[in-house]
């Protein structure tokens, strides 16, 4: 036994993380998949990487240094389930098992608490950056017990990628049990909310101003000079660029325009509707992708009228500009949003997570990373409590200079009948949460109406009840909410 971390599942994730853990000084690795045919490929095509083979769990647990450790890599559901059963049946109380897919947290909080009864250690670890990253250092973000850290914490420091600002690697132990596949989660969120409003940005300029593709990607690649820099905006002006070679055409004009996606957006929302967090940003983006994939609806929708007037921009590099700073106000909603969740996931389910440690290890490794994630980082430093993101002073300042730009181009978005709406939404939040008053007091007045749902007043404490059906005299009341 001399291995001192094991992967289990090596289709491409795995054996990239495999192989990265493998060319870091200290590491042995031990591989192990269920079909031994992947196994036999990856040693004989990585000979330098030295891998310990294994062609059952017996042999692949022996081949381990105690405590073992073991990364399962394989797919989110009944596959994970099946592995962590087989590996339970081996290992030994104090070894660890890690789940480095992308589980729903709730299956973790589960997973960890059934497979802690035989006092081994369970970590769901959110792992980002694709293929790229896992080879070559992605974003880390782990669960899981204070014990299992002590081991597993060198060994992920010494694959994740490294934050260029200061050297750190973006790695931190998030908090306990589900926590690392819940900020995960949330990430995977904030990616969708972050595509999405780049994805309206560029449609905005196309239709605006006739650019071209190739013209709007130069427009991205100028961007990412600036404070939007972030791996997204550098990714899209090479998916702008990009000549289909059967067509000649812009491959973004032949890929058809009905996006997918794989639940974890859809889950990020789902478990803000129930921590009564609103994520809009992260809800129009999901909501948009299912938008865009029902070609039936789509069809007869075609026959609605938009409308009368032809949309045309006259100071096209001003709309560009606006379209900028638009696009950066809405990504501090998006983000502002986002961390709210976290904020609010960690006191429903007692994690004690750092904001700031979250900023910080994505800055680098995975997809969302951005230099943005730097202010967001200083602003949690400056105050962990901080209880709405975007009223750290950095971001005031950023939206005071964005907001007028910001209401034009959804103004002007909506004139045009152009579909923005992770814009918009974004900008209904920001001056919803701004608001001195907001008409929620008339829903209160409603919901007492039908339902004598009750009501609180702003003069006086208690709780109230007007007899709507009756004089309309005001009563004191039970709370009901
Ligand atoms: C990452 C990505 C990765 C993946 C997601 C999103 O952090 O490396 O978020 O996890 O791209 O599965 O995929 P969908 O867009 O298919 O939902």
């Known amino acids: ?29 031990a591989v192990f998949n269920r079909s031994y045919e992947k196994t036999a490929d990856l040693i004989a095509e990585h000979p330098e990487a030295g891998f310990v083979p294994a062609q059952t769990y017996e042999e692949f647990a ?5 405590p073992r450790t073991a990364i399962i890599m394989v797919k989110a559901g009944a596959a994970t389930d099946a592995v962590i059963n087989a590996l339970v049946e081996v290992f030994e109380p104090g070894d660890i098992i890690v789940d480095g897919g992308n589980a729903y947290f709730p299956d ?9 009864e035989t006092g081994i250690n369970f970590v769901g670890a959110g792992i ?5 990253g896992a080879l070559h250092g992605p974003s880390i973000m782990p669960g899981g017990s204070d014990e299992s850290w002590i081991t597993l914490g060198p060994i992920l420091r010494s694959i994740a990628a490294i934050a260029p600002e200061d050297g750190e690697p973006c790695v931190t132990h998030v908090g306990h049990d589900g926590a690392g596949h819940f900020v995960k989660m949330v990430h995977n969120g904030i990616e969708y909310a972050d595509m999405q409003l ?17 013209e709007i990607a130069d427009i991205f690649a100028e961007w990412n000079t600036g404070e939007l820099e972030s791996y997204l905006i550098e990714i899209t002006a090479e998916v702008l660029r990009q000549i289909d070679a059967s067509t000649g055409k812009p491959l973004v004009d032949v890929i058809l325009d009905q996006a997918g996606a794989k639940g974890t957006g859809a889950w990020t929302v789902q478990t803000a509707l129930s921590l009564g967090v609103p994520v809009s940003g992260i809800a129009e983006a999901t909501f948009a992708r299912s938008l865009s994939s029902h070609p039936e609806q789509r069809d007869v929708a075609q026959t609605l009228p938009g409308p009368d007037e032809e949309f045309t921009v006259t100071d096209g590099d001003g709309f560009i500009e606006d379209v900028r700073r638009a696009l950066y106000a809405s ?6 949003q986002g961390f709210d969740e976290i904020r609010a996931g960690a006191a429903e389910y007692n994690w004690n997570i750092d904001l700031a440690a979250i900023a910080k290890i994505w800055r680098a490794g995975c997809i969302i990373r951005a230099q943005f994630l730097n202010r967001i ?7 962990a409590e901080l209880p709405v993101l975007m009223t750290a002073p950095y971001f005031v300042d950023a939206l005071t200079r964005g907001q007028s730009a910001w209401r034009r181009v959804v103004a002007t978005a909506a004139a045009a009948g152009i579909p923005a709406p992770a814009f918009s939404s974004s900008l209904a939040y920001y001056d919803g949460i701004r608001a001195d008053r907001l008409p929620a007091s008339l829903i209160q007045g409603q919901r007492d109406f039908f339902g004598a749902h009750t009501y609180k007043r702003i003069d006086r404490p208690g709780t109230f009840h007007t007899l709507w059906s009756g004089d309309r005299t005001e009563v004191e009341a039970e709370d009901t909410h």
């Open 128 to 132: 980002s950056g694709g293929e790229e």
């Open 377 to 383: 980082a200083d602003a949690y430093v400056e105050n």
């Open 108 to 116: 973790t909080i589960r997973r960890e608490k059934a497979v802690r």
């Open 62 to 66: 022996a081949s381990l240094q105690k």
């Open 331 to 336: 990504k501090i909603v998006a983000y502002s």
């Open 198 to 214: 780049i994805a309206e940005a560029y449609d905005l300029i196309r239709r605006g101003t006739g650019k071209s593709p190739a």
């Open 1 to 29: 036994a001399h291995a001192n971390i094991g992967v289990v599942g090596l289709a491409v994730m795995g054996s990239n993380l495999a192989r990265n853990l493998a060319s870091r000084e200290g590491n042995t690795v």
